[in-house]
Structure formats: C-alpha cells, structure tokens
T-cell receptor, first 112, second 112 residues
Framework: GESVGLHLPTLSVQEGDNSIINCAYSNSASDYFIWYKQESGKGPQFIIDIRSNMDKRQGQRVTVLLNKTVKHLSLQIAATQPGDSAVYFCAENNNAGNMLTFGGGTRLMVKP | EPEVTQTPSHQVTQMGQEVILRCVPISNHLYFYWYRQILGQKVEFLVSFYNNEISEKSEIFDDQFSVERPDGSNFTLKIRSTKLEDSAMYFC??????????FGQGTRLTVV
C-alpha cells in the first residue's frame, strides 16, 4: 500500500519463511507492472514483471500475482533469506507511454 | 552485465547554484528517464526522453529542470537554480520500449 513520509509499511519475517508483499495500483489503464527491490543507498533493482494479459508469473523464488478486478498486485518470495531484506516497490506503466509510477514501498526485514 | 552509470555519486551545492547530473544509459536502450527520491519516500518520476526529445514529464519537472543528450552516450539533468527542497537522490534509468527500466546507483544531491 501507500506510505506516508518515513513511515513505510514493514513486513518482518523469519528466515526460511515465505513473504507476501502487497500493492494496490490506481490506474485501470495500466497494463504492465514491475516489482523493484531497493537496498539502502542503491537504485531500484528489477525483480520481476507481469503484463495485464497474465495473472501470474514465476521467477526464481519469486512469484507475482495480478488481480485486475481489484487492482491488486502481490509479490511472493519463497524461503526468504537475509539478503532479501530491502524496500520493495511496485511500479505500473500504461501503454500510452513509458512512465513508471511507483507505489509507496514496503520494507521487508528478515530475521535470522 | 550492462548497467546504467551515474556521476557524481554525491553532489553538494549552494542554494541558487546550477547543477548538472550525468548518466550513461545502457547502450542499446531507447528510452531514458530521470527519477528522484526524497529520503525515505517513494521514487517519483521526473521526465522521460525518447528520440531526442522529452516524451513525458511530471509536475515536478518545471522550468528549472532540463535534460539533454549531448552525444550518443550521455544523458544529463540540469537544475538551473537549486532550492533546498531539491535535495534528494536522483536516479537515471533506461529501457527498451515497453520493458523494465534499469536504474543507476543514483546521485545524492544536497543543497545547502
């Protein structure tokens, strides 16, 4: 969901557990969605993407689910590791242009 | 692996001064972007550039901002007269059409 200022939503999980990070997007015309991972002091790093003609896409240890009916996107991380600790942003893009609109971010903290 | 590179990594400038942030996008990419991120907040779109012209810009990208691709490799963001509120991380990104944007490591701009 959206964040306000410094108060990012935080998800704290135990190492080895699965993580689910959620995102609500606003533009029903958006047809391309991306999850980015941002570690402290670094730029956003691409994780996985999905187009609107799909509702699920799997990568290595990550799965993105898209529910266009309720405009909801989720990122599932299997067997979460300490290296997964970061802020995760969803981003949406509509076919009219190449502008990415980022969501507010969720901080994932992995406890060893 | 090709990457987007940005220089400098940190720029300190006095209020009212001009700054130029530099980026070298991935060589075969066609779209170029500038985003900014105020500390602890989400990534905000500034401008996209395609075919040697601005294709989209946000409300943030006012007359104080300009972009240029002076040669075949560099992409620059100029802020004419910096304000305190321009202090942020500035990320350059590049992409192929309708594909994920790859981000640089960012330039931290501090206006004093």
């Amino acid at each position: 969901g959206e964040s306000v200022g410094l108060h990012l939503p935080t998800l704290s999980v135990q190492e080895g557990d699965n993580s689910i990070i959620n995102c609500a997007y606003s533009n029903s015309a958006s047809d391309y969605f991306i999850w980015y991972k941002q570690e402290s002091g670094k730029g956003p790093q691409f994780i996985i993407d999905i187009r609107s003609n799909m509702d699920k896409r799997q990568g290595q240890r990550v799965t993105v689910l898209l529910n266009k009916t309720v405009k909801h996107l989720s990122l599932q991380i299997a067997a979460t590791q300490p290296g997964d600790s970061a802020v995760y942003f969803c981003a949406e893009n509509n076919n009219a242009g190449n502008m990415l609109t980022f969501g507010g971010g969720t901080r994932l903290m992995v406890k060893p | 692996e090709p990457e987007v590179t940005q220089t400098p990594s940190h720029q300190v400038t006095q209020m009212g001064q001009e700054v130029i942030l530099r980026c070298v996008p991935i060589s075969n990419h066609l779209y170029f972007y500038w985003y900014r991120q105020i500390l602890g907040q989400k990534v905000e779109f500034l401008v996209s550039f395609y075919n040697n012209e601005i294709s989209e810009k946000s409300e943030i990208f006012d007359d104080q901002f300009s972009v240029e691709r002076p040669d075949g490799s560099n992409f620059t963001l100029k802020i004419r007269s910096t304000k305190l509120e321009d202090s942020a991380m500035y990320f350059c990104a590049s992409s192929l059409p309708l594909s994920e944007a790859f981000f640089g490591q960012g330039t931290r701009l501090t206006v004093v």
